[in-house]
T-cell receptor, first 114, second 115 residues
Framework: EAGVTQFPSHSVIEKGQTVTLRCDPI?????LYWYRRVMGKEIKFLLH????????ESGMPNNRFLAERTGGTYSTLKVQPAELEDSGVYFC????????????FGPGTRLTVL | EDKVVQSPLSLVVHEGDTVTLNCSYE??????LLWYKQEKKAPTFLFML????IEKKSGRLSSILDKKELSSILNITATQTGDSAIYLC???????????????FGKGTKLSVIP
């Protein structure tokens, strides 16, 4: 069974540009989560999808971040325009059903904003 | 504000040693506590604990939750160089909104096992 995959592994962009990160969850997992780790800090929750619906986006930093999960399969996280403080590692995780606590993580996308 | 604190932040041991990693938490709407191992990229799942006092074991690794003390420990016996990694503690809690659930992480413990 394939795990959670993320693309790209690393992205380097300039301040003001746009970047789109992609996450493919484990097949059949309804729940999809985005997390972020900024350097020196702990991993923090961004948002939670159940299928194609945003269940909780309380962790999204501001309106420069837009997450989508059309069709309830893969998800994208777009940052527009990117700022220096957006640099970090963005993790995606998925879990089986609503209420299932075990989340399986992808390898992360390292975003560097110059 | 919810928080998860892990200690120590870093640990260096020799192969064969036994280590104990600590995790304490202050989280509203607690549901579960999870341990992950992160070597290079993806955090890989180790254990999920929901009940106090029940030890979970997998090979040389074991973990237990103390809900009275709001803490958990992860034990690794007879350490090997392959155990070198960052060990993450995360607490699962129900967040605002029906059916929503999220993990709150500690900063992790970096374990280095030297031959």
């Amino acid at each position: 069974e394939a795990g959670v995959t993320q693309f790209p592994s690393h992205s380097v962009i300039e301040k003001g540009q746009t970047v789109t990160l992609r996450c493919d969850p484990i097949s059949g997992h309804d729940n999809l989560y985005w997390y972020r780790r900024v350097m020196g800090k702990e991993i923090k929750f961004l948002l939670h999808f159940v299928k194609e619906s945003k269940q909780d986006e309380s962790g999204m930093p501001n309106n420069r971040f837009l997450a989508e999960r059309t069709g309830g399969t893969y998800s994208t996280l777009k940052v527009q325009p990117a700022e220096l403080e957006d640099s970090g590692v963005y993790f995606c995780a998925s879990s089986w059903t609503r209420g299932s606590d075990t989340q399986y993580f992808g390898p992360g996308t390292r975003l560097t904003v110059l | 504000e919810d928080k998860v604190v892990q200690s120590p932040l870093s640990l260096v041991v020799h192969e064969g040693d036994t280590v104990t990693l600590n995790c304490s938490y202050e989280v509203t709407n607690f549901r579960s506590l999870l341990w992950y191992k992160q070597e290079k990229k993806a955090p890989t799942f180790l254990f999920m604990l929901t009940s106090s006092g029940i030890e979970k074991k997998s090979g040389r690794l074991s973990s237990i939750l103390d809900k009275k003390e709001l803490s958990s420990i992860l034990n690794i016996t007879a350490t090997q160089t392959g155990d070198s990694a960052i060990y993450l503690c995360a607490v699962g809690r129900r967040s605002s909104g029906a059916g929503s659930y999220q993990l709150t992480f500690g900063k992790g413990t970096k374990l280095s096992v030297i031959p």
